[in-house]
């Protein structure tokens, strides 16, 4: 089955949903990083809720980060989308392994520890909008659906999964998003509630050969589902060699007038895909030319 991504609405307009099944583009993420089993159900889980959140925005040039931030041995995980159904993502620490938690499962609140979970969200204006939560269990569908009760004030259920193969490649992997319009009923509400206690998990659904599509069916049954969008979905970095000199310039003046006096060539790799670039002398020095330009500038106002 292709990555794709489904958003529906109840017949009643009292629920949205989305589901997403993201088995190719996460096995592409594990190749990239060599994540380990853990490394990578974290970051699976990750980029499966920011291509949801990203199918929110309303322009093409939005853009949707989401940064957990813990004192586990992961580190951080972070995945950056857009609503074209583009995602890439990393983890700082993908080597780490941990023994099952308590359910025998991997063990990825563990591996993320306590912490923050920041959403970026980069309409193209000045600053972004910045929203942080604490971490409440780091297993991530739980500290998103947080995020949502505390930051947008919306109901909102949340469900996140990565299956391994026992090669770890990766058998299934997607998730779902349901969120309750300000006006839906007692009786939409009971009906979302009681279908959510009887469902099992996202990967035991694609597992069985089912699609988003009836993962949605199976979430609202008994409320009716009209599915308004499908879209493919894809891991995609748009890296490139200008904006590995923009990643230089961060290393300041001084820094860069160091790297040109030794001469020596400078390697940039792009932490979500893996690729390297290469800078010579005159590259690096054309960018401590321009930095020390705009010093003047600065400076003459």
């Known amino acids: 089955m292709n990555d794709y991504l489904v958003r529906a609405l109840t017949e009643n307009e009292e629920i949205r949903a989305f589901a997403v099944t993201a088995r190719n583009l996460v096995e592409e993420a594990r190749k990239i990083h060599d994540n380990s089993p853990i490394a990578i159900a974290a970051l699976g889980r990750t980029l499966s809720a920011a291509l949801i959140m990203g199918d929110m925005l309303k322009s093409e040039k939005d853009l949707i980060t989401i940064h957990i931030q813990g004192d586990g041995p992961l580190k951080q995980v972070l995945a950056t989308a857009n609503s074209k159904g583009e995602v890439k993502g990393y983890v700082s620490n993908p080597e780490v392994i941990l023994p099952p938690n308590a359910a025998g499962h991997l063990n990825v609140g563990g591996a993320i520890g306590k912490g923050v979970l920041t959403v970026i969200k980069d309409y193209g204006l000045k600053e972004?909008?910045?929203?942080?939560?604490?971490?409440?269990?780091?297993?991530?569908?739980?500290?998103?659906?947080?995020?949502?009760?505390?930051?947008?004030?919306?109901?909102?259920?949340?469900?996140?999964?990565?299956?391994?193969?026992?090669?770890?490649?990766?058998?299934?992997?997607?998730?779902?998003?349901?969120?309750?319009m300000p006006h839906a009923s007692e009786k939409t509400v009971s009906t979302l509630e009681d279908n959510l206690k009887k469902f099992h998990s996202v990967t035991d659904v694609y597992r069985q050969g089912k699609t988003p599509e009836d993962l949605l069916s199976i979430l609202l049954s008994g409320l009716g589902v009209q599915f308004l969008e499908r879209k493919e979905v894809r891991f995609a970095c748009h890296c490139s060699k200008e904006k590995g000199l923009q990643a230089l310039a961060t290393l300041g003046t001084q820094t860069l007038k160091e790297i040109v006096e030794e001469g020596k060539e400078q390697e940039v790799s792009c932490e979500f895909c893996g690729k390297k670039y290469v800078y010579g002398k005159d590259d690096i020095q054309s960018v401590l030319s321009a930095l020390e330009k705009n010093q003047k500038e600065k400076g003459e106002k």
């Open 128 to 180: 972004p909008y910045v929203s942080q939560v604490r971490l409440v269990t780091g297993e991530i569908a739980e500290d998103l659906t947080y995020y949502f009760a505390q930051s947008e004030q919306t109901p909102t259920a949340i469900g996140l999964g990565v299956l391994l193969n026992k090669d770890v490649m990766i058998n299934q992997a997607g998730g779902f998003l349901i969120q309750l």
